[in-house]
């Protein structure tokens, strides 16, 4: 891209629902595959790249629903074949459980040894164990010695983690949007702070002027575009940033310059 698109061009594709003229969006947090508990119509990486296409979204960073729930191997293997087939398409986050600890090393190898995996996504949520505990170590130190990125779905002692591994860039998951109820607001003031801590935009229920907000307290270049699609419509949560009432240049940074400029930092 050789200029910054103007705010009529970002006003302009939303109101028609059609790509940003010269703009390559990464989206940062995608999942791929169905859910047991909804119905997720188009779940698969045929169908992601569909609906990527109609908005502009030129790559999309994915987990497997399946690695994030009831098998992290199989989930892997699935984002590892999406990779395959759609090298260009999709970023690959490799799911470990903690709750299967003597396998947690061996899958990470596995993953970056050869399955063109380049980042790492921890759910906390799902598989019940915090961040800080000592079966994540593994995903940790292998962030930080490869300069890797770690999408996080929970935030326990991720103060401590981030000063413990300065080289991982931490991404947590849906606070850019709303989510997290009381510990919001230290989040936060964590991303501020800690230059390695980033807040991803993916959640349905958001606060009014939730972008410009963030944009303001810890600087757009801390905000990624998440969609959390196909969960969330990739339509919807790309609007929240295209509407957004922050530069053009701000814009750029959440969708998808900072992300870039992460990755190619491992």
Known sequence: MNSCPSHE????????????????????????????????????????VQSMDLVGVRTLAVSANAAIGPDFRRGNDQVADAL???PDRFIGYAVVNPNYPDE????????????????????????????????????????????LVVLTHGADGIA??????????????????????????ALIDLAAEAPNVFLDTASSDVPFANIEHLAAAIGAHKILFGSDHPWVDVRYALG???????????KVAILGGTFSRLLASA
């Open 9 to 48: 061009d970002f006003i302009r594709a939303a109101q028609l629902g059609q790509p940003v003229p010269g703009l390559q969006i990464i989206d940062c947090h995608g999942h791929l595959g169905p859910w047991y508990t909804i119905h997720i119509p188009r779940p698969n990486a045929e169908d992601l």
């Open 84 to 86: 395959r087939r759609f």
């Open 104 to 147: 947690v090393k061996p899958e990470l190898e596995r993953c970056f040894g050869g399955l063109g995996f380049h980042a790492i996504k921890l759910h906390t949520g799902l598989h019940q164990y915090p961040l800080n505990g000592p079966h994540y170590r593994p995903a940790l130190e292998l962030a930080q010695h490869r300069g």
């Open 160 to 185: 401590e983690l981030a000063r413990e591994f300065p080289r991982a860039s931490f991404i947590i998951a849906h606070v850019g949007a709303g989510y997290d109820g009381r510990n919001r607001d």
């Open 240 to 250: 929240r940033v295209l509407f957004a009432e922050v530069e053009p240049t701000d």
